[in-house]
C-alpha cells in the first residue's frame, strides 16, 4: 500500500476510441466512452466493457495513435470540473477527455510533484510519473464556450487561460509498469 496521502478514489474510466480533436476542425465528444474497468501499462490505457477491451486514441497500439506515445495516459480530477463549470457555466465529468478521473480537488502541476500512486483493488501500486499540464487548445476551449467554430486566440485567449494549469487535466506516463496493471472505479490516488 502506498504511504503517500490519499488525494482521493477514482470515479471515472474513460477511452477515446477516435480522436476527439481535429485541429481547426473543433471538438467532438462522441469519441469518448466510459469504461467499468482498465488496464494501464507503459503505451497507455486499455479500457474494458462487458467481453472486449477498446484501445485509448493515445495508446501507442492504437492505429490512429495521438501522441506517439509522448502522452499515452491522462488523469483529472472533479475539483476541476467544479471550476470549469462555474467558468463555462457547465462541465460534465469526464467532458475533457481525460483517461482516469479522480473525485478529489483540483490540483496545480505543483501538488502533483513527482507524480501520483493508484493502488488496484488487488493491492498492486501503479505509479504514474512525470507529470505535465495538458495544454488547453482552441478546439475544446471553443467548445467550452458554446461556439459552433472553432475561435482565434484573440477572440477565446481569456477563456483559454482559465483551462491552464491542469484544469483539463495532466498527462502522466506509467513507465514502471513491467505488465499491465487493472483499475477499477473506487481505487484509491495517492500522493507519491
Keep these: 500500500m502506498s ?3 490519499l488525494i482521493g478514489e477514482i ?3 474513460q477511452v477515446q476510441r477516435i480522436p ?3 485541429r ?3 471538438y467532438d465528444p462522441s469519441g469518448i466512452e466510459e469504461v467499468g474497468r482498465a488496464a494501464v501499462d507503459a503505451w497507455g ?23 506517439g506515445g509522448r502522452r499515452s495516459l491522462s488523469i483529472g480530477f472533479t475539483g476541476h470540473y467544479t471550476l470549469m463549470a462555474e467558468r463555462f457555466g457547465g462541465a460534465p465529468v469526464g ?27 488487488d493491492g498492486t501500486d501503479l505509479f504514474l510519473e512525470r507529470p505535465r499540464v495538458a495544454a488547453p487548445c482552441l478546439e475544446f476551449t ?12 484573440e477572440e477565446i485567449e481569456g477563456p483559454l ?21 487493472e483499475l477499477s472505479i473506487g481505487d484509491g490516488v495517492y500522493h507519491a
Design 3 to 5: 504511504s503517500g496521502e
Design 11 to 13: 470515479v471515472r474510466l
Design 20 to 22: 476527439v480533436k481535429s
Design 24 to 26: 481547426g476542425a473543433g
Design 45 to 67: 490505457m486499455v479500457g474494458g466493457r462487458e467481453d472486449a477491451w477498446i484501445v485509448d486514441a493515445h495508446h501507442r497500439a492504437h492505429p490512429a495513435s495521438r501522441g
Design 95 to 121: 467532458i475533457a477527455g481525460e483517461n482516469i478521473i479522480v473525485d478529489g480537488p483540483a490540483l496545480s502541476l505543483r501538488d502533483l510533484g513527482d507524480g501520483l500512486v493508484i493502488v488496484a483493488s
Design 142 to 153: 471553443s467548445f467550452m464556450l458554446g461556439l459552433d467554430r472553432v475561435a482565434p486566440l
Design 161 to 181: 487561460n482559465d483551462l491552464h494549469d491542469g484544469r483539463r487535466g495532466f498527462i502522466v506516463a506509467a513507465d514502471r509498469t513491467s505488465s499491465p496493471v
